[in-house]
């Protein structure tokens, strides 16, 4: 009897010891898989709130001083161009039709570009664990099924309204491109007295839009590719967008005193 009860405590001990090595095993996971989770949560959005806080920066210099932004002076510039164009347009309407397909193969490029990429992530998406493991393996922070599902929807939902933007901007361009070309003064093959409506400035709102939507569509883009160093990381995406900002600073400003000075005259007339 003796014997029974010292092996039932023996038992009923070692049971005791393997269930505390379990919940400090898990205990101890759990910690790992926050500290994964941590560097997701804190670098990622800070990535981000570096770009958007850029971009808030820059619309308000626009805003504000636009000829100090690369942004505001071709905003100028596109409205004098349409302007001259339909001003003499016999003789420039060549020219224009050449220039307005410039930028849509421009956009074309872009948006095309954007849907390749969104396939090759489908791509990647509907391939074998295999393949995955040695990535997942051999990056810092979470990579589990959850983790690698929410970064391939955001980096996929980022190029595909990158995508979208494109499409629109094109599709205004068309626009232009027919309209800056109609005849302005009233005419018998006028039906309507259309040629009324179809003016300079309401030729220009429509460049305006299409040039809007393809900026938005090119910066988003760009917010994208930080976003794709995801799936190898959070630390590449928070140095990539570092990089990022001073990158498109340098490009988005004009460093000429003349040009700041301009821009605080008339800064609130559109453009």
């Not at 979470?142 to 980022?158: E, N, Q, W």
């Not at 003016?199 to 939507?213: C, G, I, M």
Request: net charge positive; charged share 20%; with cysteine.
């Amino acid at each position: 009897t003796k014997q029974v009860s010292k092996s039932f405590e023996g038992e009923k001990k070692e049971q005791e010891r393997k269930r505390r090595l379990y919940i400090t095993y898990k205990k101890g996971r759990e910690q790992m898989e926050w500290r994964k989770w941590y560097l997701d949560a804190v670098l990622v959005p800070c990535a981000l709130l570096m770009m958007f806080c850029y971009h808030i920066y820059l619309w308000f210099k626009v805003r504000a001083e636009p000829f100090s932004t690369i942004v505001g002076i071709n905003a100028r510039a596109r409205r004098s161009w349409v302007a001259a164009i339909m001003k003499d347009n016999e003789k420039r309407n060549i020219l224009a039709i050449q220039t307005l397909r410039n930028t849509i193969m421009g956009a074309t490029l872009m948006a095309t570009t954007c849907i390749l990429l969104c396939s090759g992530l489908a791509a990647v998406l509907s391939s074998t664990y295999s393949i995955k493991k040695p990535l997942n393996d051999a990056v810092y922070g979470a990579h589990g099924d959850f983790t690698m599902a929410i970064k391939y929807v955001t980096i996929l939902t980022i190029f595909l309204s990158a995508f979208f933007t494109h499409s629109l901007s094109i599709r205004f361009i068309g626009q232009v491109n027919i309209l800056i070309n109609a005849p302005q003064e009233p005419s018998s093959d006028d039906f309507g007295g259309i040629g009324s409506f179809v003016t300079p400035e309401y030729v220009s709102d429509l460049l305006e839009k299409a040039f809007l939507l393809k900026t938005i569509g090119n910066r988003l883009f760009y917010m994208g590719l930080p976003l794709m160093l995801w799936i190898f990381g959070p630390v590449l995406v928070f140095l990539g967008s570092s990089l990022m900002v001073p990158v498109l600073y340098n490009l988005d400003f004009v460093f000429m005193l003349s040009n700041k000075e301009k821009g605080k005259v008339d800064c609130h007339e559109r453009f």
